[in-house]
């Protein structure tokens, strides 16, 4: 017994460590940030990032931080990951469009007229509130639900259940149809790349993946990029709605979602 | 059928009206972030509206009595449950023109068809002049550069952009007029379109001219050419680093009507423009006698003011440093005031920026909250700023001096995290400051974004379904095959259903329809007979069913007992008036008899009859 418990202890040793490794590198940069080093809060925020967690407070504290330093691309992109990561997160979609006003007013300073505008595709106004669990628990059960009332036309002979599963079955249909459409939306399997958020106020979009390139486009802080291709040497192909394509330097596109997705 | 098909309709039509559009609806509020400026005094107004469900417009208050420098339109739509909400902030930069009270408003949002919405309605009081014996803002065009000079342009005799610097060799920090212009030699017939700006890299810079102007000629005589004149752009550039800073070529489009269109020369062809960049030579400040810190470049001066010089231990007071002067102001930093016992929460900075006469001054504002955690007297301060003076070359420091803060009453209870909202938003939130934040305090610090997607088992979970209906299709297609070549389990079957048939003649009986009885009945046997022998008996007459129980083996008085069974349930079934209960109940007896004898009979093969 006591052998067991010693082994259970050791196992336990390294989560233990890392957890207060991770929950000092959060409490030091919230510390950062309440002392009005945003720089110093950002930092931090990052470090946590860099070790790996994925997580909706973290990304929203960063985008505050990026925020309050006045790199609004940078706070639009962490927002963003915030909201993909916990949808319907209130406080993350204020900072967003708080952002993007700020990115306007920025741009209406220097240029005298400023247009930034988020209008999202149906498909992702309709399931970007809800979540990705939640979508596919619907299609779970739905599937379950549909196949299982088929199956059961199949065998059951007694005229009024035959009714039920009749009715019942096309609405569950409907269900799985929609939860389904959902799932697929909001884990972008049709999106024709990663989103991205540029981060700087001109990002230009060249014809190849060098800087010698001729500039095909010029890009705006805040704007969606869909990141078309990881390309090698620091430079990704990307699509800018309204814009163009072309490849930018990659540290001027920031992915919205955790790397590896 | 029709009650499946009504319910089926009734529930699409419950799910159609829950998800068919409301009647659109919003709200529109603006809001200014002073409400007293001075002539050439510059504030913020701000619009926000919220529709829902449907398309809209907005329709900005009237805003005639003020020039537009900015405007900046955020916008962007969420789905909450099966409406569309849209939200819309247009944010606008508007300047005094003259003195008065003005009403602002409202603003309206129009849903067509004669649906609208008001916002609220704003109070602006325009005092009589930012300072005495200095220009008032103007939004008109600078001064025409000299024509001795050449530089800045590649000189057409159709037409040509030139490129003016108001001073090529600028310290760090101080202010350039960079103008764009158009020299054309005949009246421009469309508005010119720009299709490359003079960019501005390694500039702060702002726009001296209203956005909404109209584009005046003036006249100028080059190279004994004269030339319509054209104002572009009129930007004020600070250089942010010393060194030569390169002001990139414009190039522009734009349609003449003048002499050369005339001579024929292009036609309708549009006249493509390509202007020359202009190097600025940007001198780093002198390093003799420079302070230390960011050396502001301009004009300034500081002041400091609290709220409150006394207050209890725990309370707050406010300390505000405004920096007022001309140059970039929107770069002055002022280092937050610390000292032990005192908690300095993050300042907010509200930025006031106006270009009377083209040159830009205004103030920045710093406010801090400020809390004694200690009793005792504080020295707050002196705020400094180095400042360059360009023209007099030389440093001085604007300063504020020191305030002192004392704090009365017993130490506050031990210094807590301040509460994210009373950090973020120490005096209600700036209207015209992006509010961000608060930020979170707690987070699970999770490592994996993995969703039920993600996770293996999900797959398998809804592989099920479909597998399952498969399986079930599977095993009812082998059930009937089964049955249909088991030629064994036939009799069985058959006695079951036999067995059915009777108890519904029981029923039939007792319900006095002695129609329904007999053919019960006469279906029972037949069923029997057909499981027994194997093949179909319902076409065969009463004599051809006889010779054919005989040919495969029935005892000839069974047969004839089954056959006149069968016969009487036919004459009965069509003169059925009269019968009487006994009789069925004995009708049903002989059945179940002659049913029990059959179960026993075992009939040889058609080929040995």
Redesign the interface.
């Known amino acids: 017994m006591r052998r067991s418990l010693l082994v259970l202890a050791l196992l336990a040793l390294p989560l233990t460590a890392r957890?207060d490794s991770?929950?000092e590198i959060?409490d030091r940069a919230?510390?950062a940030?309440?002392?009005?080093d945003h720089d110093g809060a950002a930092d931090g925020y990052r470090e946590?990032l860099a070790?790996?967690?994925?997580?909706p407070?973290?990304a929203?504290?960063l985008a505050?931080?990026e925020?309050?330093r006045g790199r609004y691309g940078a706070?639009i992109q962490y927002f963003e990951q915030a909201l993909w990561?916990r949808p319907g997160d209130e406080?993350a979609?204020?900072?967003?469009?708080?952002?993007?006003?700020?990115?306007?007013?920025r741009?209406?300073?220097?240029?005298?007229?400023?247009?930034?505008?988020?209008?999202?595709p149906l498909g992702e106004?309709?399931f970007?509130?809800t979540s990705?669990?939640l979508l596919?628990?619907l299609?779970?059960l739905s599937?379950?639900g549909?196949?299982?009332a088929?199956?059961a036309l199949?065998?059951v002979r007694r005229e009024s259940v035959r009714?039920g599963l009749?009715?019942a079955a096309?609405?569950v249909g409907?269900v799985l149809l929609v939860s389904g459409a959902g799932?697929v939306i909001r884990?972008g399997w049709l999106e024709e790349g990663d989103p991205g958020v540029v981060l700087q106020e001109?990002v230009p979009l060249r014809e190849g993946p060098e800087a010698e390139a001729s500039e095909r486009h010029v890009a705006r802080e805040g704007q969606r990029a869909w990141i078309l291709d990881d390309g090698e040497d620091g430079w990704v192909l990307v699509r800018v709605p309204s814009v163009g394509e072309g490849w930018a330097e990659a540290s001027r596109i920031g992915p919205v979602r955790?790397s590896g997705? | 059928m029709k009650p499946r098909l009504s319910i089926a309709i009734a529930l699409l039509s419950i799910l159609a009206s829950s998800a068919s559009a409301q009647a659109p609806d919003g709200e529109v509020e603006m809001s200014v972030d002073r409400n007293q400026v001075e002539v050439g005094g510059i504030f913020q107004l701000r619009i926000t509206a919220t529709v829902q469900g449907g398309q809209a417009q907005l329709q900005p208050p009237d805003l005639a009595a003020f020039d537009v420098l900015s405007r900046s339109v955020s916008s962007g739509s969420v789905m909450r449950g099966f409406t569309r909400e849209s939200r819309l902030t247009q944010t606008m930069q508007l300047r005094a023109r003259q003195p008065g009270a003005f009403q602002l408003g409202p603003a309206r949002i129009d849903f067509g068809g004669g649906t609208t919405i008001d916002s609220n309605v704003l109070q602006i009081t325009v005092g009589g002049g930012i300072q005495a014996g200095q220009p008032a803002a103007q939004g008109g065009a600078p001064d025409l550069p000299p024509a001795h000079h050449a530089d800045g342009m590649a000189f057409d005799p159709r037409g040509f952009l030139r490129t003016w610097v108001t001073d090529a060799e600028p310290y760090v920090g101080q202010q350039v007029d960079v103008t764009v212009y158009l020299y054309l030699r005949g009246p421009l017939r469309a508005s010119p379109a720009i299709t490359r700006e003079a960019t501005t890299d390694g500039f702060w810079t702002r726009d001296l001219l209203p956005p909404s102007r109209s584009l005046d000629a003036r006249t100028q005589t080059l190279q004994n050419m004269t030339f319509q004149v054209y104002t572009l752009r009129h930007v004020a550039a600070f250089p942010l680093q010393a060194g030569e800073q390169t002001i990139g070529a414009p190039a522009m489009e734009v349609r003449n009507s003048g002499l050369w269109g005339l001579l024929g020369g292009g036609g309708n062809e549009p006249l493509r423009l390509e202007g020359v960049p202009v190097t600025v030579n940007v001198r780093p400040l002198p390093s003799e006698g420079r302070p230390d810190g960011d050396v502001h470049v301009g004009e300034l001066t500081v002041t400091s003011e609290l709220d409150r010089a006394q207050v209890g231990t725990g309370d707050a007071v406010t300390l505000t440093v405004r920096a007022e002067g001309r140059g970039a102001i929107e770069q002055i930093r002022i280092p937050s005031p610390s000292a032990d016992g005192l908690r300095v929460l993050q300042p907010e900075i509200r930025d006031t920026v106006s270009t009377p006469g083209g040159v830009v001054r205004g103030d920045r504002v710093y406010r801090w909250l400020i809390v004694p955690e200690r009793p005792g007297t504080y020295t707050l301060g002196p705020f400094e700023v180095p400042v360059f003076d360009p023209e007099a070359e030389r440093y001085t420091v604007a300063r504020a001096p020191a305030l002192t803060l004392t704090a009365a009453g017993n130490a506050a209870a031990a210094a807590a995290e301040p509460e994210p909202a009373e950090l973020e938003a120490p005096s209600g939130p700036a209207p015209d400051a992006p509010s961000f934040g608060p930020i979170h305090r707690e987070s699970e610090l999770t490592r994996s974004y993995a969703t039920m997607v993600d996770r293996g088992w999900y797959r398998g979970l809804l592989a099920l379904g479909p597998l399952m209906l498969l399986l079930g299709l599977v095993a009812r297609a082998w059930r009937r095959r089964a049955a249909s070549d088991d030629p064994a389990r036939a009799p069985r079957r058959a006695r079951k259903a036999a067995r059915k048939r009777l108890a519904e003649a029981q029923a039939h009986a007792a319900g006095g329809e002695p129609r329904a009885f007999y053919a019960a009945i006469g279906a029972a046997l037949k069923d029997v007979l057909q499981a027994r022998l194997g093949q179909p008996v319902g076409s065969l007459t009463h004599p051809e069913l006889s010779a054919l129980l005989t040919r495969r083996g029935m005892e000839p008085e069974l047969a004839r007992a089954v056959v006149e069974e069968l016969e009487g349930c036919d004459f009965a079934r069509f003169s059925a008036a009269g019968v009487e209960r006994a009789e069925m109940d004995e009708c049903l007896t002989r059945a179940r008899a002659l049913l029990a004898k059959l179960d026993r009979f075992t009939p040889t093969a058609e080929d040995e009859a």
């Open positions: 957890a991770l929950e959060w919230n510390h940030y309440f002392q009005g946590l070790l790996g967690v994925v997580d407070d973290v929203f504290n505050t931080a925020a309050r706070a990561l406080d979609r204020a900072g967003l469009e708080a952002a993007r006003a700020a990115v306007g007013a741009r209406a300073n220097a240029q005298g007229e400023a247009e930034v505008a988020e209008e999202p106004a309709l970007g509130g990705r669990d596919a628990l299609t779970l599937s379950l549909l196949f299982g088929l199956t199949l065998f009714l009749g009715i096309p609405l409907i799932m884990n001109r955790p997705r």
